[in-house]
């Protein structure tokens, strides 16, 4: 579905209420065409190919952004400075996940395979602040680190919009959980888009915001804050990684804790909020055990 946004600007909302593998994406069509990612849904991607596309923009490096780069081989691809070099190489990517035994190496690699993944040239690295010209359209991009490295968003201030991507605002919250994250680089991202105040804000894996945006954000916000008091909770009785991971505490029961990603992920995720609370001080930690 294309939805217009203003003369020059349309999202093409993905299939599957835009879930994964598949995502929103924001079509510029202008004197230079873009599009902000491009894991669509076969529809839509048949649009975009259809407009000759000049430029193709990567929010980060997730495979369900990137996923359809190679069908562009006459567009460039741009994306951050950061991500880019999970988006060039496959082992790039695999170590940004975290995935460093044989075993886990070989369940992402079987995944990608599966669903089509390619490797693709990034040709130009994008920088915070840079502003992105594409004819009557200007976008500047937004750094907002924490859910990979180099996540941006990219803010269009004629119309207030900002395009926020995997800052979702979805009820699950905030994803953190691989070994390229950052939960304390989250929150600051959260607050910048707060800051912003936008207008307009397009998701990539949630609906079109409208109204009640900065509450959105803030609600998103505070899924971190939830998390951590209730892994907090938990140190009261000294505990190791591996049996906070055992309480779905990140994942909750959105997920079966029998799936392998799911399982992987829960137990970076809550690495991360163990790290973010022994800075505090909160905790503390002696060999493999924490506690309160």
Same mark, same amino acid.
């Given at each position: %579905?294309?939805?217009?946004?203003?003369?020059?600007?349309?999202?093409?909302?993905?299939?599957?209420?835009?879930?994964?593998? &598949? =995502?929103?994406?924001?079509?510029?069509?202008?004197?230079?065409?873009?599009?902000?990612?491009?894991?669509?849904?076969?529809?839509?991607?048949?649009?975009? %190919?259809? +407009?000759?596309?000049?430029?193709? *923009?990567?929010?980060?490096?997730?495979?369900?952004?990137?996923?359809?780069?190679?069908?562009?081989?006459?567009?460039?691809?741009?994306?951050?400075?950061?991500?880019?070099?999970?988006?060039?190489?496959?082992?790039?990517?695999? +170590? &940004?996940y975290g995935f460093?035994?044989?075993?886990?190496?070989?369940?992402?690699?079987?995944?990608?395979?599966?669903?089509?993944?390619?490797?693709? %040239?990034?040709?130009?690295?994008? !920088?915070?602040?840079? *502003?992105? $010209?594409?004819?009557?359209?200007?976008?500047?991009?937004?750094?907002?680190?924490g859910h990979t490295?180099?996540?941006? =968003?990219?803010?269009?201030?004629?119309?207030?919009?900002?395009?926020?991507?995997?800052?979702?605002?979805?009820?699950?919250?905030?994803?953190?959980?691989?070994?390229?994250?950052?939960?304390?680089?989250? *929150?600051?991202?959260?607050?910048? =888009?707060?800051?912003?105040?936008?207008?307009?804000?397009?998701?990539?894996?949630?609906?079109?915001?409208?109204?009640?945006?900065?509450?959105?954000?803030?609600?998103?916000?505070?899924?971190?804050?939830?998390?951590?008091?209730?892994?907090? $909770?938990?140190?009261? *009785?000294?505990?190791?990684?591996?049996?906070?991971?055992?309480?779905?505490?990140?994942?909750?029961? &959105? &997920?079966?804790?029998? !799936?392998?990603?799911?399982?992987?992920? +829960?137990?970076?995720?809550?690495?991360?909020?163990?790290?973010?609370?022994?800075?505090?001080?909160?905790?503390?930690?002696?060999?493999?055990?924490?506690?309160?």
């Amino acid at each position: %579905m294309i939805v217009p946004l203003s003369k020059n600007i349309y999202v093409l909302k993905a299939p599957n209420r835009s879930r994964y593998p &598949y =995502c929103n994406c924001l079509f510029i069509n202008d004197d230079i065409k873009a599009v902000i990612d491009n894991s669509c849904g076969k529809e839509n991607l048949d649009f975009l %190919m259809r +407009e000759n596309l000049n430029v193709i *923009i990567n929010s980060h490096f997730h495979e369900d952004h990137v996923l359809n780069n190679p069908s562009f081989p006459k567009a460039e691809i741009w994306a951050h400075r950061l991500d880019a070099p999970a988006i060039r190489a496959l082992d790039v990517m695999q +170590e &940004y996940y975290g995935f460093k035994n044989p075993e886990e190496k070989k369940l992402g690699l079987s995944y990608l395979e599966a669903i089509g993944y390619q490797e693709s %040239m990034v040709d130009r690295e994008l !920088e915070d602040g840079d *502003i992105l $010209n594409f004819g009557r359209v200007e976008l500047r991009v937004i750094l907002t680190a924490g859910h990979t490295p180099g996540h941006c =968003c990219f803010y269009e201030e004629k119309e207030g919009l900002l395009f926020s991507a995997d800052i979702d605002l979805s009820d699950f919250g905030p994803w953190y959980g691989h070994d390229c994250s950052d939960v304390d680089d989250f *929150i600051a991202s959260i607050n910048k =888009c707060i800051d912003i105040n936008p207008a307009i804000v397009v998701t990539s894996h949630n609906d079109i915001f409208k109204e009640n945006i900065i509450e959105a954000m803030k609600k998103y916000l505070n899924i971190i804050y939830k998390k951590e008091e209730i892994l907090f $909770n938990y140190l009261k *009785i000294p505990s190791t990684l591996e049996s906070l991971a055992e309480k779905q505490i990140y994942y909750g029961y &959105y &997920y079966k804790q029998d !799936e392998p990603f799911h399982k992987i992920s +829960e137990k970076m995720a809550i690495e991360k909020l163990l790290k973010r609370l022994l800075k505090q001080q909160a905790i503390k930690k002696e060999g493999d055990i924490y506690w309160r």
